[in-house]
C-alpha cells in the first residue's frame, strides 16, 4: 500500500489511504482517475470507500519523505483529497488516525468535505489544520446549512483554525442572486477557491461563458472587499479582475 503521492500539477504532495467515495458525485474527476489507473472498476465499486490497515511504519516513512520533499510550493499535506474523508464513519476513523500521525510530525494538513465535519473536529492542531467545504450550487449550500457545517467553520475559524471555501466546480447555472446570498454567509473565512464546471460546454456556448465569467467575477470582487484570499483554478475569469488581482496581492497560489 502507498499512501503519499506527488501532485504532478503543483509538485505539493497528496496522502490517499481511502479508495472511493459514497457521496458519488456525476463529476468526480477523483472517481475517472481511479478507474483510468484501474484502481476500481465502475461507479458501483467507486461508491463503497475501501482501506487497508494503516501500515504505521510505511506510512511514517512516506510521510517523513514527503516532509523533506514538500518545499517546493506547498507546505501543506493534502489529506484525503480523493475522497470525502467524513462520509461515513469508517473513512472519518482512518482520516483521524493519518492526521494525528501527520499532527505529531508537527506538520500541516489541508482537507476539504462535503459531508458532516465531526463535531469533535476541534480536537485538532488549530495551527496544524486547514479545513473546507465545497459547494457546488444551491442544494449542497443548504445540506451544510442543515449539517451545521458553516456554524461549525465559524467555530472552527474563532479557534484558530485556517478555514476556506471551495466553489470547485461551481454550476455555471447558479443563479446570480443565490451566489450572491451565499456568500455573504462566508465573510469569516480566510480562502474562496472556485472553478467553473462543465467547461467543455462552456467553450462552446456563448452565453454560458459570459455567465461563467460574471460568477467568477461576482466572487472576485466578495473576496477583494472582504479582504479574503481567493485562487481561480479555471480560467473563467475577467480581464479587469486578473488586473485587480495583481494590484491587491491577496491571493494565495494553491490548488487542492
Ligand atoms: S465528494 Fe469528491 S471524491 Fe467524493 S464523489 Fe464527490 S467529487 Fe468525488
Known amino acids: 500500500m502507498r499512501y503519499f503521492f506527488k501532485n504532478a500539477v503543483d509538485e505539493g504532495y497528496m496522502c490517499e489511504p481511502i479508495n472511493g467515495c459514497s457521496v458519488g458525485c456525476y463529476y468526480c474527476n477523483a472517481f475517472k482517475g481511479a478507474k483510468r489507473r484501474r484502481m476500481v ?7 463503497i470507500p475501501k482501506s487497508d490497515n494503516i501500515d504505521i511504519n510505511i506510512f511514517e516513512n512516506e510521510l517523513n519523505q ?11 499535506i493534502a489529506l484525503c483529497g480523493l475522497t470525502d474523508p467524513f462520509c461515513n464513519c469508517e473513512t472519518t476513523n482512518i482520516f483521524n488516525k493519518c492526521k494525528t500521525i501527520i499532527e505529531n510530525h508537527n ?15 476541534l480536537k485538532h492542531n488549530p495551527k496544524l489544520t486547514e479545513i473546507g ?26 479557534n484558530g483554525f485556517y478555514v476556506f471555501i471551495s466553489f470547485q466546480p461551481l454550476n ?3 443563479p446570480i442572486y ?13 480562502q474562496i477557491k472556485f472553478g467553473i464546471l462543465d467547461k467543455y460546454r462552456i467553450e462552446t456556448h456563448e ?18 472587499e472582504n479582504k479574503i484570499s481567493f485562487v481561480n483554478t479555471g480560467r473563467t475569469f475577467s480581464k479587469i479582475n486578473r488586473e485587480r488581482l495583481i494590484k491587491n496581492g491577496i491571493t494565495k497560489k494553491i490548488l487542492f
Open 107 to 121: 506538520y500541516l494538513a489541508r482537507t476539504l468535505t462535503k459531508s458532516k465535519i465531526p463535531d469533535n473536529f
Open 133 to 158: 467545504i465545497t459547494i457546488d450550487g444551491h442544494s449542497l449550500y443548504e445540506k451544510h446549512l442543515k449539517n451545521n457545517n458553516v456554524e461549525m467553520l465559524q467555530k472552527l475559524k474563532e
Open 207 to 224: 452565453r454560458q461563458f459570459k455567465k461563467a465569467y460574471k460568477l467568477s467575477d461576482i466572487i472576485a470582487n466578495f473576496c477583494i
Open 178 to 190: 443565490k451566489l450572491e446570498n451565499i456568500l455573504e454567509n462566508f465573510k469569516f473565512v480566510d
Open 172 to 174: 455555471v447555472k447558479t
Open 41 to 47: 472498476k465502475n461507479r458501483a465499486e467507486w461508491l
Open 66 to 76: 514527503a516532509i523533506k520533499d514538500n518545499t517546493v510550493s506547498l507546505n501543506f
